[in-house]
């Protein structure tokens, strides 16, 4: 399969339908996003695993979460 | 006696003084950049819409308030201008999708600044949705640089920044996704200040990216950038990224001596692409640092392809989860090249962005780590290019391609606070500029070394040509 047809496979799996022309001027952007796939890998790999092992961005934002509610969660981990 | 120039491009660190001491009315400022709106805006489009009477109305109501003794602070009676993607009555986001939008009240940072005292003169353009470069062929038309009128502005804060620097507002509030407010600054030839993320917050602004937003403002000087974040900073309760954390006074360190400051240049991002036009100047700036005594250091880091890797699928992942809707629904209202970059948003897979934000995590490290153990600022150019012309038609994917040498984007990712400054110009007279960046809620450091830079360099005083 070639790129412009995989491209115009996942697009349609959001049902976003493009034109030829449109699809087209996706191609070199999608080959940079395969290359710019390996570079990220290849950081991520260059570590070893447990100073690779770090929670995913996100985690952080649900305690910041308990810090905005009008608390009913007790956050020092009592009943 | 103040000429009309001298009036439009004094600082608002010698503005404020004169205001609080009744030298100058609100009303007479105002007046006067409205004048200078009608007079420039013709050749510059940095305004998609101009509060005439409302701001005119405050100014009034500011000065009344000052007469009888109730003067705010520095920025009490200011006219700053706000970037279009912030909720603050019509609200186009430069898209023609959005075209009749009128928030019903004003975004956080916006309030803040209107507490301050800072008098909104209208709305200043921006990239479409602060990423999608207009053309001449765009609904709303491109931002003119007020160095170059041939030349874009930069973007995405591109309105806020031609303003700034052409005399027709004191300073503006910009965003910043991957670098929206220095590089426009940079182009320009002014101050723009990202602060630490969750130091401003975005509450009311439209989103691009919500891992790597910012806010903050665009000036003509550092002290400037330090009296506009003091204005619009501190905890927001409406932002899940907002971090509750005493604001401290941003001026505080200015004018201190940068004796001994360690400078960690980051040179591996930017020696072998840097367009030596720009590396020229920059050169000189480390040089001066030199003889200013801060002692100049190297770095390890990333290259610019990998930055360029964890920026750009991340950034456009996270604008597709924002978009898709809106482009297959009212896609032919976007411009077709933005249109195209949330398309290709959701061509990144769950994994690819998921290693991006592990990998971002090391890098953060990385540098926090050289913070801690090895230097007080880093420092590397704003960007490898010169701006381009302004385009007839869509440029493509552009910014997706390894030309695209943007050195900005590491502090978004990183959420480091950064600073850019003007450092001079490159042969064809395009604004040249660096960036600082520091500890995470040091802004008061970044801002006192950017400032023993420029008081040094005196390249604040050079306005353009109009």
């Not at chain 1, 690779?52 to 979460?65: Q, V, Y």
């Not at chain 2, 019509?90 to 009749?100: F, K, M, V, Y």
């Not at chain 2, 003119?144 to 509030?173: E, F, I, K, Q, V």
Request: aromatic share 8%; proline share 6%.
């Amino acid at each position: 399969m070639d790129k412009k047809a995989i491209i115009a496979a996942k697009l349609a799996e959001w049902e976003l339908k493009l034109t030829d022309a449109e699809l087209d001027q996706l191609v070199v952007p999608y080959e940079n996003l395969l290359r710019w796939q390996g570079i990220v890998e290849g950081m991520l790999k260059s570590r070893t695993l447990v100073a690779g092992m770090r929670m995913p961005e996100s985690e952080p934002l649900l305690i910041h979460a308990l810090d905005r509610v009008d608390t009913a969660f007790d956050k020092t981990g009592g009943a | 006696m103040t000429t009309a120039p001298e009036l439009a491009y004094m600082p608002i660190s010698e503005l404020s003084g004169k205001i609080q001491k009744k030298d100058i009315s609100p009303v007479e400022i105002t007046q006067a950049m409205l004048a200078r709106i009608d007079e420039l805006e013709p050749q510059l489009h940095a305004f998609n819409i101009v509060f005439k009477d409302e701001v005119l109305v405050a100014a009034r109501d500011a000065e009344a308030e000052i007469q009888r003794g109730d003067y705010r602070g520095p920025l009490h009676g200011v006219p700053i201008g706000i970037k279009d993607i912030y909720e603050c009555g019509p609200t186009t986001c430069g898209s023609q999708a959005l075209e009749n939008y009128v928030a019903e009240e004003d975004c956080t940072s916006v309030a803040k600044l209107k507490e301050a005292g800072a008098l909104i003169l209208g709305k200043t353009a921006t990239y479409e949705f602060a990423y999608g470069f207009p053309t001449n062929q765009s609904y709303y038309k491109p931002t003119h640089n007020p160095w170059n009128l041939a030349r874009d502005a930069g973007g995405s804060s591109s309105g806020t920044a031609a303003s700034t620097a052409a005399g027709m507002a004191y300073a503006g509030m910009g965003s910043c996704t991957g670098g929206s407010i220095r590089w426009p600054a940079q182009c320009c030839g002014i101050v723009g200040l990202k602060a630490t993320y969750g130091r401003v917050s975005r509450a009311g602004v439209y989103p691009l990216s919500w891992s790597l937003d910012h806010t903050g403002p665009l000036t003509r000087t550092v002290t400037d950038a330090a009296l506009m974040l003091q204005g619009c900073a501190g905890y927001d309760p409406l932002d899940p990224a907002s971090a509750n954390i005493p604001v401290p006074d941003f001026t505080a360190k200015l004018g201190r001596d940068i004796t001994g400051i360690r400078i960690g240049l980051l040179r591996s991002i930017y020696e072998d692409d840097c367009d030596p036009k720009l590396l020229g100047p920059y050169h000189e700036a480390v040089k001066k640092f030199g003889n200013l005594g801060a002692e100049i250091v190297d770095v390890p880091s990333i290259t610019l392809t990998q930055l360029q890797a964890i920026e750009w699928p991340g950034l456009f992942a996270e604008c597709a989860t924002i978009h898709v809707d809106n482009i297959r629904n009212c896609g032919d209202k976007y411009n077709p090249h933005a249109k195209l970059f949330a398309a290709y948003g959701l061509l990144v897979s769950g994994t690819q962005y998921l290693m991006g934000a592990q990998v971002r995590a090391q890098v953060r490290d990385d540098l926090l780590n050289a913070l801690d153990k090895k230097v007080d600022v880093l420092m590397l150019p704003t960007s490898g290019f010169q701006i381009n012309p302004i385009a007839d038609e869509s440029p493509g994917l552009s910014i997706v391609s390894s030309d695209f040498s943007v050195y900005t984007p590491i502090f978004n990712f990183t959420g480091l606070p950064a600073i850019q400054v003007p450092c001079g110009f490159d042969s064809d007279g395009l604004p040249v500029g660096f960036q600082i960046a520091g500890k995470p809620f040091d802004e008061q450091t970044i801002c006192q070394v950017a400032y023993a830079y420029e008081q040094a360099a005196e390249w604040h005083t050079q306005h353009p040509e109009l």
